[in-house]
């Protein structure tokens, strides 16, 4: 189930997306779960699907790769690098589905806090329209609409 009401995304320009949700519990947990490579798995894609981390080096210049396992076993990967890290408040990074290498998205996450609680919100920088025409035709909200809600009761049960 996806809680819609709960995210919000905003096309921002031709070639910006952002997308924002407040997250019941505080910046430095939701900063440390969206860094943790132990709980990525638990929230990271879709709930029909299976999220392997193979590499996470959380700090400029390190890399990270995700791998998306689906039911009858078939598998995609996602990949990219950190281009800044300020805990609790910042991550820059890029992301890349490799099935089409080549289409970077420079993603910039902002953790605000609101007393207990904490806004995130994603902004994805695309090359060009066509890559973000392509991403939002592909499922790119739904999906991390679902990501997100994920996130929240895996939060919820962290507090």
């Given at each position: 189930m996806t809680d819609q009401n709960a995210s919000s995304m905003t096309i921002l320009s031709d070639l910006e997306i952002a997308m924002t949700r407040v997250f019941?519990?505080?910046?430095?947990?939701?900063?440390?779960?969206y860094t943790d490579p132990?709980?990525?798995?638990?929230?990271?894609g879709l709930r029909a699907?299976?999220?392997?981390?193979?590499?996470?080096?959380?700090r400029p210049g390190g890399v990270w790769r995700y791998i998306q396992r689906e039911a009858d076993g078939?598998?995609?990967a996602f990949n990219g690098e950190y281009r800044e890290v300020t805990p609790p408040e910042r991550l820059v990074?890029?992301?890349e589905f490799e099935p089409m290498?080549?289409?970077?998205?420079?993603?910039?996450?902002?953790?605000?806090?609101?007393?207990?609680?904490t806004r995130v919100t994603a902004t994805s920088l695309f090359a060009s329209?066509?890559?973000?025409d392509g991403m939002l035709s592909a499922g790119m909200e739904a999906g991390a609409y679902e990501s997100w809600d994920l996130l929240a009761e895996l939060l919820a049960a962290s507090s």
């Open positions: 019941d519990a505080p910046r430095d947990l939701v900063f440390k779960t132990e709980a990525i798995p638990q929230w990271w699907t299976t999220t392997i981390v193979d590499k996470m080096d959380v078939t598998e995609y990074y890029t992301f290498p080549g289409h970077v998205i420079v993603d910039t996450v902002t953790f605000e806090k609101l007393g207990g609680k329209v066509e890559d973000r």
